[in-house]
């Protein structure tokens, strides 16, 4: 069965009051659609952990910078109607890019350093948008819970620390990346790769999994794991780095010793596709 929807702030609000008056739950996956099985993964565990389950599905366009693929980012509403239908959706919020930005919207939310590091680099204003679209959402939607993807580790943290910061009544959860067979982790942009760039997309994966078996064999030396990394992916025909980096897995800060938590996080260019990935280290 395909789940309700809704185009406007008023009609979503109104759906979910009405759940939560009948005492339910309320959980909630943010997306831009596109959905993939890494989407439908999130879903299930946002259905795990409630009784009402809002998707929403907006290409949100402050997190696209202006040579970005705002306009080309795939759009697949009805598909992704049919995914959310079958994994148990209730409640599809779909806005317009007015219903979210008025013109008279002037207000951001910025969480710095977070924001500036490893994506941020390349992307800047991305985690401005991510933060500003996922802040409004949680204040439409109001869930009890909410679901973000580990394959945007740096986006999950930077979300937990806003929603810490200014006191948003959510509990945010990070679900594990779900992976091709082949090891590439699943993202609405792998559809921009061609035959022979989704060959050989898989460097990421081999990359992180090698960084994983040194450390496990006793390596210590940032500098010797980020330099493996780098190896792997720009001995990769048509791959090209931009950061392979390790840094404390909460704050994102440099590492010069791995002695805590650490994120080990690649970014990748494929022609103009920027492939991510990462993998956490816990000790
Ligand atoms: O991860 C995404 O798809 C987006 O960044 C999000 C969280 C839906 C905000 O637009």
Redesign the pocket.
Known sequence: MLPSSSETIAETRAAVASARSAGKRIGFV???GALHAGHASLIRAARLDSDFTVV?I?V?PT?FGPNEDFTRYPRTLAADRELCGAVGTDLIFSPTVPEMYPPTSRTIVEVPALQDVLCGRARPGHFR??AT??LK?LEIVRPDVAV??QK?AQ?ALV?RRMVADLNVPVTIRVHPTVRESDGLAMSSRNRYLDPTQRLHATCLHRALVAAENLVANGERSIVALQSTLAGIIQGTPGAQLDYAEIRDADTLDVMTALDRPALVALAVYFGSTRLIDNTLLNF
């Open positions: 943010p997306t831009m929403s907006f949100n997190q948008g991510v679209v996922v959402l973000f993807g945007d986006q979300i």
